[in-house]
Nanobody
Framework: QLQLVESGGGLVQPGGSLRLACTST????????VAWFRQAPGKEREGVSC????????NYADPVKDRFTISRDDAKNTIYLQMNSLKPEDTAIYYC???????????????????WGQGTQVTVSS
């Protein structure tokens, strides 16, 4: 059974950077599409970015384009989310999610992923 573990969250000032990591236990991430979602207080969980396994196709939500970069290191069994130029509105709990299928334009749907991590808190504040 695939279990996902996020790390790298914390408190950062506006304009700063953080790198989140998602790794797995129980099984490797080989063959899985992995996505990052986030949920801010009082808001619905939203898709942030996604990376497929075979073609390394990537997707980004409009609010994070040109600021966030998703990547994967198969040797380390880890997916990264590099977050630059952080804004207060990026404050949220960030979750990684995985599924065997890459859903293309529907990558941002919560229902597209069978496996979820527990989340890591990102707070952007001065």
């Amino acid at each position: 059974q695939l279990q996902l573990v996020e790390s790298g969250g914390g408190l950062v000032q506006p304009g700063g950077s953080l790198r989140l990591a998602c790794t797995s236990t129980g099984s490797t991430l080989d063959g899985y599409t992995v996505a990052w979602f986030r949920q801010a207080p009082g808001k619905e969980r939203e898709g942030v970015s996604c990376i497929s396994f075979t073609t390394r196709s990537t997707n980004y939500a409009d609010p994070v384009k040109d600021r966030f970069t998703i990547s994967r290191d198969d040797a380390k069994n880890t997916i990264y989310l590099q977050m630059n130029s952080l804004k207060p509105e990026d404050t949220a709990i960030y979750y990684c999610a995985a599924d065997r299928v890459y859903y293309g334009v529907s990558w941002y749907l919560n229902t597209a992923y069978d496996y979820w991590g527990q989340g890591t808190q990102v707070t952007v504040s001065s």
